[in-house]
């Protein structure tokens, strides 16, 4: 079991950088598979980026290829999210996951949420224009 939260949201200006923090207070995130996905007012939450249990694996959305990076120290058990030049389109709230299938599939990025049994309570990400 792994028990997820979030820090790092807040009102920022498109430019800015900004970078979530997840920390594991409880389990190992080296035993999972993890990511980010996000959700605006109004619409469906939606895959940000993936990485493998091994890490060796990435998979980003469309919309964060190129300006969001994925990262994790495992020695402080806590997994990231570097924002860079975000946008009005990014404003939601952000949610840290993890994937027990991981386990068993250490080489594999998932991309639908069901995939994912234990989910952060979110920290907000709000960009101005």
């Known amino acids: 079991q792994v028990r997820l939260v979030e820090s790092g949201g807040g009102l920022v200006r498109t430019g800015d950088s900004l970078t979530l923090s997840c920390v594991s207070t409880?389990?190992?995130?080296?035993?999972?598979?993890m990511g980010w996905f996000r959700q605006a007012p109004g619409k469906e939450r939606e895959f940000v980026v993936g990485?493998?249990?091994?890490?060796?694996?990435?998979r980003y959305a469309d919309a964060a290829k190129g300006r969001f990076t994925v990262s994790s120290d495992n020695a402080k058990n806590t997994l990231f999210l570097q924002m860079n030049n975000p946008n009005p389109e990014d404003t939601a709230l952000y949610y840290c996951v993890a994937s027990p299938r991981g386990t068993y599939y250490g080489d594999i990025v998932f991309v639908n949420p069901s995939s994912y049994g234990y989910w952060g309570q979110g920290t907000q990400v709000t960009v101005s224009s």
């Open positions: 409880e389990g190992s995130i080296t035993n999972y598979a």
């Open positions: 990485i493998s249990r091994v890490g060796s694996n990435t």
